[in-house]
């Protein structure tokens, strides 16, 4: 059920009192001004949330993605977190990393077409972005977790909320693992609650719909996760869950904020599931990798090893893992599917970049339209208007 990952730390409360404190001083100086949010003349998309821990952010993005790369020129924007370099770097072939970060490394292997950058710094990210220094004719940026970047003012701000972990039931850090008061939701123009059951009944839509208490001019959506078929992470072929045979033991190798539904999501492919877990962005050591070695050579044939599109990225760049790991490594990759109202999400998100781009097809095709249609008010097209556009 909804908030079933939840666990309050009741004797850290005091000190989420303290934390909250500050959080809402700087969510003030924000709301008058003291610092100050940049808007940009290109359309700004955020994806984020408001919790510590993984809320689906990566296929998320994934799928903006998908839905805009034919229509515009998408560049992603992220921080690069746990990067090893400094400042602005654009992705190309000879990336690592080090030098970008493991989610934006699987966001370019992904989509080799798509410009993908990293700065902490999102303001100046954008302007070297659009400025024509770096890329031309960008359409769109879509900010990867930057919900709580507040220099940037974004067209469309998405909020993701896991619904094992709704934010209406969480506290403050460090008792719970919200990084900001619940009001914060306040912002968001889309409200996204990831990682529901697929078979989520109505009355629960009812249910979170009214628990969310949102605002008219916010919109609510509802995702699940779905797997594609297992991809070799090293050497083999592609395979599907459903060929996994009954008596396999999965060693399920992680390096996530969230790996839990991962591991219950496997459980009816196999005989058994054998979880090794390593904090989220974990970059894999020397004792890491003979770890890895030992707990794969104990178990029993068959078996295999199944790890994430994210921890991936980080193992290719892993030396000394063991023949025998290498050729039995998969990586099951993850995309989302929205449980209702796919297409006016679509269409909000299309509607927004065609409103606000003036080199995107989406652009070039309103104007076409616009130009048809001039004698006809009666034919044209509709807009999508956000609170802060």
Same mark, same amino acid.
């Not at 409360?13 to 949010?37: A, C, D, Q, T």
């Not at 770096?134 to 919900?147: C, G, H, N, P, S």
């Not at 249609?373 to 097209?381: A, C, Q």
């Given at each position: 059920?909804?908030?079933?990952?939840?666990?309050?730390?009741?004797?850290?409360?005091?000190?989420?009192?303290?934390?909250?404190?500050?959080?809402?001083?700087?969510?003030?100086?924000?709301?008058?001004?003291?610092?100050?949010?940049?808007?940009?003349?290109?359309? +700004?998309?955020?994806?984020?949330?408001? !919790?510590? $821990?993984? /809320?689906? &952010?990566?296929?998320? =993005?994934?799928? %903006?993605?998908?839905?805009?790369?034919?229509?515009?020129?998408?560049?992603?924007?992220?921080?690069?977190?746990?990067?090893?370099?400094?400042?602005?770097?654009?992705?190309?072939?000879?990336?690592?990393?080090?030098?970008?970060?493991?989610?934006?490394?699987?966001?370019?292997?992904?989509?080799?077409?798509?410009?993908?950058?990293?700065?902490?710094?999102? +303001?100046?990210?954008?302007?070297?972005? !659009?400025? $024509?220094? /770096?890329? &031309?004719?960008?359409? =769109?940026?879509? %900010?990867?977790?930057?919900?709580?970047?507040?220099?940037?003012?974004?067209?469309?701000?998405?909020?993701?909320?896991?619904?094992?972990?709704?934010?209406?039931?969480?506290?403050?850090?460090?008792?719970?693992r919200l990084r900001e008061p619940l009001s914060g939701k306040n912002r968001a123009d889309i409200v996204i609650v990831?990682k529901c059951p697929k078979d989520l009944k109505p009355m629960n839509f009812r249910v979170i719909t009214k628990a969310?208490?949102?605002?008219?001019?916010?919109?609510?959506?509802?995702?699940?996760?779905?797997?594609?078929?297992?991809?070799?992470?090293?050497?083999?072929?592609?395979?599907?869950?459903?060929?996994?045979?009954?008596?396999?033991?999965?060693?399920?190798?992680?390096?996530?904020?969230?790996?839990?539904?991962?591991?219950?999501?496997?459980?009816?492919?196999?005989?058994?599931?054998?979880?090794?877990?390593?904090?989220?962005?974990?970059?894999?050591?020397?004792?890491?990798?003979?770890?890895?070695?030992?707990?794969?050579?104990?178990?029993?044939?068959?078996?295999?090893?199944?790890?994430?599109?994210?921890?991936?990225?980080?193992?290719?760049?892993?030396?000394?893992?063991?023949?025998?790991?290498?050729?039995?490594?998969?990586?099951?990759?993850?995309?989302?599917?929205?449980?209702?109202?796919?297409?006016?999400?679509?269409?909000?998100?299309?509607?927004?970049?065609?409103?606000?781009?003036?080199?995107?097809?989406?652009?070039?095709?309103?104007?076409?339209?616009?130009?048809?249609?001039?004698?006809?008010?009666?034919?044209?097209?509709?807009?999508?208007?956000?609170?802060?556009?």
């Amino acid at each position: 059920m909804e908030g079933d990952f939840i666990k309050i730390n009741e004797w850290l409360l005091p000190l989420s009192w303290l934390y909250g404190l500050g959080v809402r001083i700087r969510n003030f100086m924000f709301e008058v001004g003291l610092l100050k949010s940049h808007s940009f003349d290109v359309p +700004v998309i955020s994806v984020g949330n408001i !919790t510590v $821990g993984g /809320t689906g &952010k990566t296929p998320h =993005v994934e799928y %903006l993605i998908s839905l805009l790369r034919e229509k515009a020129n998408v560049a992603v924007l992220s921080r690069g977190y746990k990067r090893k370099s400094r400042g602005f770097v654009m992705a190309g072939p000879e990336s690592t990393t080090r030098d970008i970060g493991d989610e934006p490394m699987q966001m370019k292997k992904k989509f080799r077409d798509v410009t993908v950058a990293v700065d902490r710094n999102r +303001v100046k990210g954008i302007r070297l972005l !659009t400025d $024509g220094s /770096t890329v &031309k004719d960008i359409d =769109v940026i879509l %900010l990867d977790d930057a919900f709580q970047h507040r220099y940037v003012k974004p067209g469309i701000n998405i909020l993701l909320v896991d619904y094992h972990r709704l934010i209406i039931y969480d506290k403050l850090l460090p008792a719970g693992r919200l990084r900001e008061p619940l009001s914060g939701k306040n912002r968001a123009d889309i409200v996204i609650v990831t990682k529901c059951p697929k078979d989520l009944k109505p009355m629960n839509f009812r249910v979170i719909t009214k628990a969310m208490n949102l605002f008219p001019y916010q919109h609510l959506y509802f995702t699940t996760l779905e797997y594609d078929n297992l991809t070799p992470v090293f050497c083999g072929e592609e395979m599907s869950l459903d060929s996994i045979k009954p008596d396999t033991n999965v060693l399920l190798l992680t390096g996530i904020a969230s790996p839990k539904q991962m591991a219950v999501d496997l459980e009816p492919y196999a005989k058994s599931i054998h979880s090794l877990s390593f904090p989220d962005h974990h970059r894999f050591n020397a004792g890491d990798v003979e770890r890895i070695n030992n707990t794969f050579a104990s178990l029993p044939d068959p078996k295999m090893i199944i790890t994430t599109e994210k921890d991936t990225t980080r193992l290719l760049e892993t030396e000394g893992l063991s023949e025998n790991v290498r050729h039995n490594m998969y990586a099951l990759p993850l995309r989302i599917r929205f449980i209702e109202k796919k297409e006016k999400f679509n269409e909000n998100i299309l509607g927004y970049v065609r409103k606000n781009s003036r080199n995107s097809i989406l652009a070039k095709t309103k104007d076409d339209n616009k130009s048809r249609n001039s004698h006809h008010s009666g034919n044209r097209s509709r807009t999508i208007s956000f609170r802060n556009n």
